[in-house]
């Protein structure tokens, strides 16, 4: 089973940076949608970004974090980073990871199908 690692998180102030990294020892992401998602309290799970790399490189990103937002993998897509840059009050929540990981070949289109693989929550918290 994929069990994915979801890690970076933190406290930073608003504007500032962070980081984070999803991996699983025996797993490459290499053709199979992977995304980012959180949730914060009270409020229901949003995805905040998705890579592929099937039939070319495919990204999206909703429109709260287009712009702040990047996600990226190792050249080898051992690993799924989200940089996030400009971080607002508002993007406090638990990120977490995910892919889908019986199917390759789909690319990122804001539609999520067969997410089945997802690591541990990792928080941020963007203070005012």
């Known amino acids: 089973d994929v069990q994915l690692q979801a890690f970076g998180g933190g406290v930073v102030q608003t504007g500032g940076s962070l980081r984070l990294s999803c991996a699983d020892s025996g797993f490459t992401f290499d053709g199979h949608v992977t995304g980012w998602f959180r949730q914060a309290p009270g409020k229901g799970r949003e995805g905040v970004a998705c890579?592929?790399?099937?039939?070319?490189?495919?990204?999206w990103f909703p429109d709260s974090v287009k712009g702040r937002f990047t996600i990226s993998s190792d050249g080898a897509w051992n690993a799924v980073y989200l940089q996030m840059n400009d971080l607002k009050p508002e993007d406090t929540a638990v990120y977490y990871c995910?892919?889908?990981?019986?199917?390759?070949?789909?690319?990122?289109?804001?539609?999520?199908?067969?997410?089945?693989?997802w690591g541990r929550g990792t928080q941020v918290t963007v203070s005012s």
């Open positions: 995910a892919t889908n990981s019986r199917t390759a070949g789909s690319r990122c289109d804001g539609y999520w199908y067969g997410m089945d693989a």
């Open positions: 890579i592929s790399d099937s039939g070319g490189p495919s990204t």
